[in-house]
């Protein structure tokens, strides 16, 4: 059974940081990703984390200013956002999932997702 459980977020004030993690469970993946999707908008992808190669993807629209990783051995995912921008309020979604090389930022390359947390900038 897998489950993917997200905790951190809450809010915060522009320039801030927020650490959300993303606890695992069940089947190993090959990918873990964070996503958000801001209210009227479509998810959309945020950074990932490569288990076989351990190393982690940023999106151009975060880079500089997040930073993905993980626990290699409890799987725990995590994302570290720095400078933060009213523009990156939203639902912070953990995803899991067998991503072919280069596919991280599609959603529909994932097959389970958790529930999300909230992180709001003001």
């Known amino acids: 059974h897998v489950q993917l459980v997200e905790s951190g977020g809450g809010s915060a004030l522009a320039g801030g940081s927020v650490r959300l993690s993303c606890a695992a469970s069940?089947?190993?993946?090959?990918?873990y990703s964070w996503f958000r999707q801001a209210p009227g908008q479509e998810r959309e992808a945020v950074a990932a984390w490569y288990r076989m190669s351990s190393r982690g993807y940023v999106a151009d629209s975060f880079e500089g200013r997040f930073a993905v990783s993980q626990d290699a051995a409890s799987r725990a995912l995590y994302l570290q956002m720095n400078d933060l921008k009213v523009e990156d309020t939203g639902m912070y979604y953990c995803?899991?999932?067998?991503?072919?090389?280069?596919?991280?930022?599609?959603?529909?390359?994932?097959?389970?997702w958790g529930q999300g947390t909230q992180v709001t900038v003001s």
């Open positions: 069940g089947y190993t993946f090959n990918t």
């Open positions: 995803a899991s999932g067998m991503v072919r090389s280069g596919r991280w930022e599609s959603p529909d390359e994932y097959g389970y």
